[in-house]
């Protein structure tokens, strides 16, 4: 009874790996075992996540972000100037730090200040507005999300290419959260108070250390020499690896290992299923020519990274997958599951009020999923 109370403990915290490795276990019957099995993942898209997890999370681990996040807020005097600040850094950092990284960094930081700026009323929109940002801003760039990452990869699209595909989305999405903020009702901010009572608009932070700040962003320049294909993948993880365990080997408890297995299940149902030819020529016949609708409808059920993965194996058309899946992030709270972080983080302060979370968060997707479908149906005419 108390290993099946695991085992279920464990579907629900990790649900995609757990179908992922069902989906692998059930093909292999198929398909038996075999060392064509070592082909079937891409090993640089799951280097380039690993390390880019690495990065990210030493930036985390000296600062960076918090003091940021802290230094532009003393230029805040408005609730909707506060709103503002607070949306734009997970929309602008999701790009480079991914969605998830922005939304674990900002999300506590947001309710943090807005507590404190006794806003409590403003929680829900502005992080609703925050998941929102963070998954429509990480779309520009390859290492914005992880199936831009894999897309990317999978169909070696060119970085200028990718950019300039994702860029009107990205820009209209821009505009829309612009005037989801305007809408919000605007007050003058008083003066923040830490918990001593003292009165202040921004709380000190510790300068990160210069030393550590200048390795991690050479070793994010590392990554992106291999993003852009200059530097061979098994170099990067060479130089990662050897550099993080000098740096802080704690980090290496840092990276999402069950995100990567996840991967590693999807590629192997996928590569099973291209070596059944019945299977292999109707997904194919069924998902080529729509990969806009598809994209953005398993990314409801089975959320967009997965999606991304399963649709991938079956159509050579990058830019429509690209565009449904991304969009896809939008909608229900399981269609990106950087959504579900700020879900977690909201359910945990004080007097959180979930139902009336999952309402208007619902509210603001659903609007912003049809306005930029309805957007990129044009952009692939």
Request: charge should be positive.
């Amino acid at each position: 009874m108390k290993y099946l109370r695991s085992i279920l403990t464990f579907f629900k915290k990790e649900t995609v790996l757990s179908i992922a490795a069902l989906l692998a276990f059930l093909s292999a019957f198929f398909v038996p075992p075999s060392a064509e099995y070592l082909s079937y993942p891409d090993y640089r898209v799951l280097a380039l996540l690993f390390c880019l997890m690495l990065v990210v999370a030493g930036l985390q681990s000296i600062g960076v972000f918090s003091y940021l996040g802290n230094l532009l807020l003393q230029k805040v005097h408005t609730t909707r100037q506060l709103a503002f600040l607070l949306t734009a850094l997970c929309f602008f950092s999701a790009m480079f730090i991914t969605n998830d990284v922005a939304l674990i960094t900002f999300v506590p930081f947001a309710a943090m200040i807005l507590t404190m700026a006794e806003q409590e009323k403003l929680l829900i929109p502005v992080i609703s507005l925050q998941t929102i940002a963070a998954n429509l801003g990480s779309m520009l760039t390859p290492i914005g999300n992880p199936q831009n990452l894999y897309l990317y990869s999978a169909f070696s699209v060119p970085v200028g290419t990718f950019l300039l595909d994702m860029l009107p989305l990205t820009a209209l999405s821009a505009i829309l959260l612009i005037v989801s903020i305007l809408l919000l009702k605007n007050h003058p901010l008083h003066a923040l108070s830490d918990p001593s009572g003292a009165s202040q608009t921004s709380f000190p932070q510790a300068v990160p250390d210069a030393k550590k700040l200048t390795a991690y962003l050479l070793l994010f320049g590392v990554c992106l020499l291999c993003v852009v294909r200059i530097l061979p993948w098994p170099v990067m993880l060479a130089v990662l690896v050897a550099a993080i365990f000098f740096l802080d080997r704690k980090l290496f408890q840092k990276a999402d290992y069950f995100l990567l297995l996840t991967f590693v299940c999807f590629f192997l149902f996928i590569g099973n299923m291209e070596r059944i030819p019945a299977i292999a020529d109707f997904l194919r016949s069924f998902i080529q020519g729509r990969e806009l609708p598809l994209g953005t409808l398993f990314s409801q059920i089975i959320s967009n990274v997965p999606a991304a993965i399963l649709l991938s194996g079956f159509t050579d058309a990058a830019k429509p997958l690209l565009y449904g899946v991304n969009i896809g992030g939008l909608g229900t709270l399981i269609a990106s599951l950087a959504s579900v972080i700020s879900y977690r983080i909201y359910g945990n302060q004080k007097y959180a009020s979930k139902g009336t979370y999952l309402k208007i968060f619902t509210l603001y997707n659903v609007i912003f999923l049809i306005i930029l479908y309805m957007a990129a149906l044009l952009l692939l005419q």
